[in-house]
């Protein structure tokens, strides 16, 4: 599973993530699936995010986001045998307007 996933910035109607690939991927990474829904509403939206073989940390932007809304976020690896376990859960809070980072 992708390990240090993070919100690094978080805007009214998007924010930016980062993770790190698993210590010990079930083969070649070849994309991430990220879930993202509004915490307390069921319906969920699910992307693909493409990555370099090269790369060690991803980052990704999820845009259309509505402002003031609190988010749940997993992301779990994909190789050619499938899906791997979600990382943990990570929340975020988006603003009603301007910059609002996380330490």
Same mark, same amino acid.
């Given at each position: 599973m992708p390990v240090n996933v993070t $919100? @690094?910035? /978080?805007?009214? @109607?998007? %924010?930016?993530l980062s993770w790190q690939q698993p210590v010990s991927p079930n083969g070649i990474i070849l994309a991430y699936n990220v879930s993202l829904n509004i915490v307390g509403e069921q319906n969920h939206h699910s992307i693909s995010v493409n990555v370099s073989a090269l790369a060690v940390t991803v980052q990704h932007t999820l845009y259309?986001? #509505? #402002?003031?809304?609190?988010? $749940? %976020?997993? /992301? $779990?690896? /994909?190789t050619s045998k499938g899906a791997g376990p979600n990382a943990g859960t990570v929340f975020f809070t988006t603003q009603s307007g301007g910059l609002f980072h996380l330490s």
């Amino acid at each position: 599973m992708p390990v240090n996933v993070t $919100a @690094t910035r /978080v805007y009214p @109607t998007s %924010v930016d993530l980062s993770w790190q690939q698993p210590v010990s991927p079930n083969g070649i990474i070849l994309a991430y699936n990220v879930s993202l829904n509004i915490v307390g509403e069921q319906n969920h939206h699910s992307i693909s995010v493409n990555v370099s073989a090269l790369a060690v940390t991803v980052q990704h932007t999820l845009y259309d986001l #509505k #402002k003031y809304s609190s988010y $749940a %976020v997993k /992301v $779990a690896a /994909v190789t050619s045998k499938g899906a791997g376990p979600n990382a943990g859960t990570v929340f975020f809070t988006t603003q009603s307007g301007g910059l609002f980072h996380l330490s």
